[in-house]
């Protein structure tokens, strides 16, 4: 029986989605004012492994995931690169999704850039409006919490007495507090805007969420997740918009998963103590060592962030990947050992006992390597015969279909000579200041494991070791 621990009851509770066997969820998408770091990654990470063992469990999924395409840092960065902010978001909206490939995280049924919905957004805001739930103030409007008495339901905070009249504008997380918040912002002098029945300006941060999950998935969701650092303002403020739209519950579970540390401190932009994917892979380390990391600690535990840890995930995924091999080319006697097919069973059971446990991703590799320990040893003394190697096989299968970590990237081959033309060409692209098309070339030769490094005396490449 799946269980996850709900944030909103402070439960582990058994789960089954409301209506007709699919899974209704919406996860909160990226920013995407610059690439996303790894801490970002555990959590999408997170949500990838929720998504493959819901299908594992037989249900259906109808996942929205949205994308933060307007935001204080998107307009601050676009601005600054004189760039509009549709280039600017499409091109790390780009990024964003080859960094989710490189990781193999599996796309969401939909994936909603935020202002493709404006109007939406309006809409939902007048309707708001008509119910008495906003003021507006210097062309901003504002949702009135003392409106909402459910307010501090999710993060189980006690807001009453120091919520009246104030507010504040910023829609960076970090700096967000418990007082009323911006539904729709007036636009600064030289910011982009949408001219709109508001009048001008642009959607906040929480608006866009709520509207995109009741658009797409209807009054109420079965999951609602994202990072522990969402549940207050952000949650909350989604909370109190949808349930005010609609009178009914927003989500029936929420579940939140804990930072990426580095030395005891969350992995953040703003502490500076981060790295993007690409900067893990230009060290030399290969994506499914990073995914299995990512992975390997439950998502309700801090994860610390060490190189070590990287070098010991990719050694366990040799291990596994040493041991599909043996399956694959070792001669067995013929025949079925009954004890090692219970074995390998009960492996199977304590797998998927440890998942549906609010995906204890931590047991249950436990459980595989303590297989792939006795299976190794009956290998080695003659036990293991050849009517046990499909049970063992689709246990590796069952293992795949959550971490997928078992094959190798495809390592495309390029001959010297066609690496050299395309660092010229990205030299060329550079002199050209198309620095778009010089990081893209970058990229595809980083996909096919040459590593550019750029010197004082040009620029120098070598190939990843395998
Ligand atoms: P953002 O692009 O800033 O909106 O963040 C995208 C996602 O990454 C959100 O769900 C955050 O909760 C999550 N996140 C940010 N920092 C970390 C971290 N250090 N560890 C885990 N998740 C994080
Ligand atoms: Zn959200």
Not at 133 to 139: A, L, N, Q, R, V
Not at 218 to 244: C, K, M, R, Y
Request: hydrophobic share 40%.
């Amino acid at each position: 029986m799946l269980r996850f621990y709900n944030t909103l009851s402070q439960q582990v509770e058994a789960f089954t989605p409301a209506r007709d066997n699919t899974v209704r969820m919406y996860t909160c998408g990226p920013t995407v004012y610059d690439f996303a770091h790894i801490g970002n990654f555990r959590t999408f990470t997170f949500v990838d492994i929720l998504r493959r063992w819901l299908r594992a469990n037989g249900f259906g999924l109808d996942h929205v995931m949205n994308i933060t395409d307007v935001d204080d840092k998107i307009i601050r960065n676009a601005v600054a690169q004189r760039k509009s902010l549709k280039e600017y978001t499409t091109l790390y909206t780009e990024k964003f999704l080859e960094d989710c490939k490189t990781l193999r995280l599996q796309t969401p049924e939909r994936l909603v850039p935020a202002t493709d919905h404006i109007d939406d957004m309006v809409e939902a805001i007048q309707r708001l409006g008509a119910r008495s739930h906003t003021y507006s103030s210097d062309g901003s409007v504002y949702f009135r919490i003392s409106s909402f008495p459910g307010y501090g339901k999710l993060s189980h905070n006690d807001f009453s007495g120091n919520i009246a009249g104030a507010r504040v504008d910023v829609d960076e997380y970090e700096k967000a507090d418990a007082r009323d918040f911006a539904l729709w912002k007036a636009p600064k002098e030289g910011e982009p805007f949408w001219p709109t029945a508001l009048g001008p300006g642009r959607p906040g941060w929480h608006i866009e969420c709520s509207v995109l999950a009741l658009k797409y998935l209807g009054e109420t969701l079965d999951i609602h997740a994202g990072g522990v650092d969402l549940i207050f303002p952000h949650h909350e403020n989604e909370i109190a918009q949808s349930e005010s739209l609609t009178g009914a519950p927003f989500a029936r579970f929420w579940l939140h998963a804990e930072f990426l540390m580095v030395e005891g401190q969350k992995m953040s932009k703003s502490l500076g103590n981060y790295f993007t994917l690409r900067d893990v892979l230009d060290k030399g380390h290969a994506p499914e060592a990073i995914r299995y990391l990512l992975a390997s600690v439950p998502y309700r535990k801090g994860l610390n962030f060490t190189f070590e840890g990287l070098k010991s995930a990719a050694t366990a995924i040799d291990r596994l990947r040493n041991f599909k091999l043996r399956l694959e080319t070792d001669c067995y006697a013929e025949g079925h050992n009954e004890v090692l097919a219970a074995r390998t069973a009960q492996a199977c059971k304590s797998f998927t006992d440890s998942l549906n446990d609010d995906l204890n991703t931590a047991e249950a590799l436990g459980a595989i390597f303590e297989y792939i320990r006795d299976a190794n040893s009956a290998m080695d003394s003659g036990e293991f015969r050849g009517g046990n190697v499909p049970a063992a096989q689709d246990l590796l299968k069952l293992f795949d279909s959550v971490f997928e970590v078992l094959e190798p990237r495809a390592a495309a081959g390029i001959s010297d000579a066609e690496v050299e033309l395309k660092v010229a060409e990205r030299t060329a692209a550079k002199k050209a200041k198309d620095f778009v098309r010089a990081d893209r070339i970058r990229e595809e030769l980083l996909e096919k494991g040459i590593i550019l490094e750029d010197t004082k005396s040009g620029v120098r490449w070598k190939r990843k070791s395998p």
